[in-house]
């Protein structure tokens, strides 16, 4: 029944030259979801509006689905497209529309008509009395509620016409890469999953960073965090993933410092590598998953330890969520059956058994200061041997 789909997006705040970066990035975005569903597609932007057009056969399951992983999309209308043949004919069409859309007919509905070519012989005003006339005529069952209609029947006359009343829900937010770019520190958790989701929702381009530990850590686990970026990537867009060997840091910060102190200071270095390819990368920032109280290492005196070491802001989106509230997100992104696979991270392997959870901050850098001979030698290592993976 459909060929093609009107996308809705929110105009709020993007007025002027904003306006069309907004646009353009959004049509962009959904060319690039569209490779990959079966079918050949048209994107256009035309007075104002972002049109899908399918030409020949298409998946339509397929095209929905991709379409709500667009962020800036607040929502996708299927619509049928007509060539304008004179009222009697746009009547008839109506009619056949909510035949095919409504089988049930004992639905009250509301015509909403928009007369944007000013040269048709109706206006809204008479379009909407008469399609409506002409909808109760061909099912006396239906009636109108101009208040609470269950069905909104909208009419646009432009140089083509187009008939829609389904609004399915996109994911909202901003068009990717309208709003600079940002490097997620991305484990095999639930948190940093969700964590770059919502960054990314805001029209941010991010990259990714994990620390692996082999052989602490297993190619397993490795994999897991490939996988969720490419998880992540189904809505962010490409990521590009770099994989840091931390094992020397991680044995020698283990040789050298107190072992409750291991977690806030490996997270120190953690945040330092990071930031590192952050500013080769061209990111304005960093994003973790992080929140509040959550583990010893996430209590209000660790998350001031750990981001003394950044210049950069750190973006911590689920800061206030309980991890149930993480866990609904990651359930809705797809990301959670992934995330609960049993393979370790490193973190788990090198946690004492009392990690400090009010670290002092003079104390840490004290303890840093046992690992002055080797640590920048480690670190260059570690960032010169860093695999970069591109993930879509
Ligand atoms: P997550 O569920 O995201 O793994 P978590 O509850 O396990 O989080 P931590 O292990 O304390 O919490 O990690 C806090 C944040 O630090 C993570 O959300 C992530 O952003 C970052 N992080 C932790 N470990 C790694 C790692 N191995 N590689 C990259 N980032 C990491
Ligand atoms: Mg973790």
Do not use: W
């Amino acid at each position: 029944m459909f060929k093609a789909f009107l996308i809705k997006y929110a105009e709020i705040g993007i007025k002027g030259k904003n306006r069309y970066l907004f646009e353009d990035a959004l049509v962009a975005r959904i060319r690039q979801v569209l490779r990959e569903v079966e079918g050949t597609f048209n994107v256009t932007k035309e007075q104002g509006r972002i049109y899908v057009f399918a030409e020949g056969a298409f998946d339509y399951e397929e095209t929905v689905e991709a379409l709500k992983r667009v962020f800036g999309i607040f929502g996708i209308c299927p619509v049928v497209v007509l060539e304008d043949n004179g009222y009697e004919e746009l009547a008839k069409e109506v009619v056949s529309y909510m035949d095919r859309m409504y089988p049930d007919k004992k639905k009250s509905f509301k015509v909403n008509a928009r007369r944007a070519k000013k040269s048709y012989p109706l206006n809204s005003m008479e379009l909407n009395c008469e399609l409506g006339g002409a909808v109760l005529d061909a099912f006396p069952s239906m009636r109108v509620d101009v208040h609470h209609p269950e069905i909104m029947l909208n009419v646009e006359i432009r140089s083509k016409i187009y008939i829609y009343s389904e609004i399915i829900p996109g994911p909202g937010g901003m068009p990717i890469g309208t709003n600079g770019k940002a490097m997620l520190l991305l484990s095999g958790g639930i948190d940093s999953p969700v964590a770059g989701y919502m960054i990314s929702k805001r029209g941010v381009k991010i990259d990714a960073v994990y620390f692996h530990a082999p052989p602490y850590t297993s190619e397993r686990a490795k994999q897991k965090v490939v996988d969720l970026a490419r998880l992540v990537a189904r809505y962010s867009g490409p990521i590009q993933l770099h994989v840091v060997n931390f094992t020397d840091i991680q044995l020698y910060i283990y040789e050298k410092c107190p072992h409750d102190e291991l977690t806030i200071i490996m997270r120190r270095y953690m945040m330092k590598i990071a930031e590192h390819f952050a500013g080769e990368n061209g990111c304005l920032g960093l994003i973790t998953g992080e929140s509040i109280g959550q583990v010893a290492s996430q209590t209000m005196q660790s998350l001031a330890a750990t981001n003394e070491v950044c210049t950069l802001p750190v973006y911590r989106p689920v800061i206030g969520f309980d991890k149930q509230e993480i866990v609904d997100v990651s359930l809705k992104i797809g990301t959670y059956e992934t995330s609960i696979l049993p393979y370790e991270d490193c973190c788990t392997i090198f946690v004492a058994k009392h990690p400090v959870t009010k670290p002092n901050l003079n104390i840490i850098k004290r303890s840093e200061k046992n690992l002055e001979e080797k640590i920048e030698a480690l670190m260059e290592e570690a960032i010169r041997t860093t695999e970069v993976i591109s993930v879509e």
